[in-house]
RNA sequence: GCGAGUAUGGUGAAGGGGUUAACACGGUGGAUUGUGGUUCCAUUAUGCUAGGGUUCGAAUCCCUAUACUCGCC
């Protein structure tokens, strides 16, 4: 069974929406935002960690599973699901992102086939191509695959993008083409960059395709938030209102709720859990780093409106003192704290869109998030 | 007690008369947005054990003291 988007609430004075997801494995809410667990695991944390932050669906990765353990051993295993015993749903990335980060020559790797790459692992050449990215994904048996795009770099001139839209097209359509698990859903995704004009002509041709949902790429890539901003409203107008929409690698807060304000249903990144292992901290006051010299003596937590289990139980000056000694119950800690952070953000998002509130909202989290600690 | 050797930052150390004292670790800040978990950037000794001397100029040469190390009684 394909993945149902099911329409609860719009917001009156935004785009924003409160949805649900339904999947083969349980139905969540939206907006919501995915922890990343690029090789079968949110690193640091269990699936039963996972449920305790309430984390609806995960991503993973299908490059890095590819190379490790290879997508076969994981079909062995009965699928990703049984493979890392998690019985929620999974959205499995296509690789495109990576495999454009390792692209050595762009003009030279990237091809119509696909894209040349050395393997991070052992450095032999690789090539993949949109139809292996689907049938690996196939295999995976993730919940919702990813079409294989072409992610590019910030800033390419116009006939760069324009011709880059063009063959992440022609790709979806040979993803498509191949895609053959009824239980998995597709996804397309919009590029275009910041051109205004190929960021329509990239979502229409796309939906044309009818995806099961459709995401926005080629955003968090080094442009500024307002372009960012932009390149999100550039491109909702023309995606379907009865599929969800998810906006690729962004995980700030206030982009989440820009994002939202804007009409995103999912968002994923790497951001919290990467934070996490070097040390830092989301709070109601903005970022801080648990590693200051300040927090050596502090024994309050992290945060003391936060219901996470980080903050329930211990102070920042244990958990600078794990950071400090490596220890990795400290990354642990962070993480779940982190996750937990912009889950419940997501959930207030979804209590105010029902109460028509999401722009006062915004104005209330920003009032302290850029408040400097005392 | 006698003889020899060594003294450079928080740590390990380079430099053996010429300008701003190398490098590494550590410390202190910062960065991190579809994860290459071990990454990147900035900053960190107005001073070379303490005195005195030689010299235009001393961390570098000389003298004394102190501390440590090794050997002998």
């Known amino acids: 069974m394909k993945i149902k988007y099911e329409l609860k609430h719009k917001d ?73 015993n998690y019985d929620g749903p999974i959205l499995t990335d296509s690789g495109g992102f990576q495999v454009f980060s390792l692209a050595k020559n762009k003009k030279k790797d990237i091809v119509e086939e696909g894209v040349h790459f050395k393997s991070h692992l052992d450095g032999r050449p690789l090539l993949l191509t949109p139809e292996l990215s689907i049938q690996i994904q196939n295999k995976l048996d993730s919940d919702i695959a990813m079409s294989f795009d072409e992610c590019p770099p910030y800033p390419v001139t116009y006939e760069y993008m324009k011709q880059s839209v063009e063959r992440t097209l022609r790709w979806a359509k040979r993803g498509a083409s191949v895609h053959n698990n009824p239980n998995q859903s597709l996804f397309g995704i919009v590029q275009g960059g910041e051109f205004a004009d190929l ?23 080094g442009e500024d938030k307002k372009t960012m901003y932009q390149m999100i409203d550039d491109s909702i107008p023309y995606l379907p209102e009865d599929k969800p929409r998810y906006l690729m690698g962004v995980g ?22 990467r934070l996490a292992r ?5 709070t109601r006051h903005g970022k801080i780093n648990l590693k200051n010299a300040k927090y050596k003596e502090d024994f309050t937590p992290i945060d003391d409106s936060c219901d996470c289990y980080a903050c329930k139980h211990y102070t920042k000056a244990y958990i600078r003192h794990l950071m400090v000694a490596e220890e990795t119950f ?42 400097k600690e005392s």
Request: net charge negative; proline share 4%.
């Open 12 to 84: 009156q004075n935004s785009k924003a929406r409160h949805g649900i997801l339904h999947t083969n494995y349980g139905s969540f809410e939206t907006p919501i935002f995915m922890p990343v667990g690029t090789q079968a695991t949110v690193k640091t944390l269990s699936p039963e960690e996972l449920k305790e932050i309430h984390s609806a669906v995960i991503l993973s990765n299908t490059y890095h599973l590819w190379l490790r353990p290879g997508e076969d051993v994981v079909a062995k295993a009965g699928g990703l699901h049984k493979f890392m």
């Open 199 to 221: 960021r329509k002509w990239s979502a229409e041709e796309t939906v044309k395709l009818n995806f099961d949902g459709y995401s926005i790429g080629g955003t968090s890539v």
């Open 252 to 273: 700030d807060p206030i982009d989440i709720i820009e994002g939202v304000i804007r009409g995103i249903d999912m968002f994923d990144c790497v951001h919290p859990t």
């Open 278 to 282: 070097h040390a830092h901290a989301f």
């Open 330 to 371: 400290g990354s642990r800690l962070l993480s779940i704290h982190n996750l937990r952070f912009l889950i419940r953000l997501v959930e207030e998002l979804r209590e105010a869109i029902d109460q028509d509130r999401v722009l006062e909202y915004k104005e209330e989290f920003m009032k302290t998030y850029y408040t």
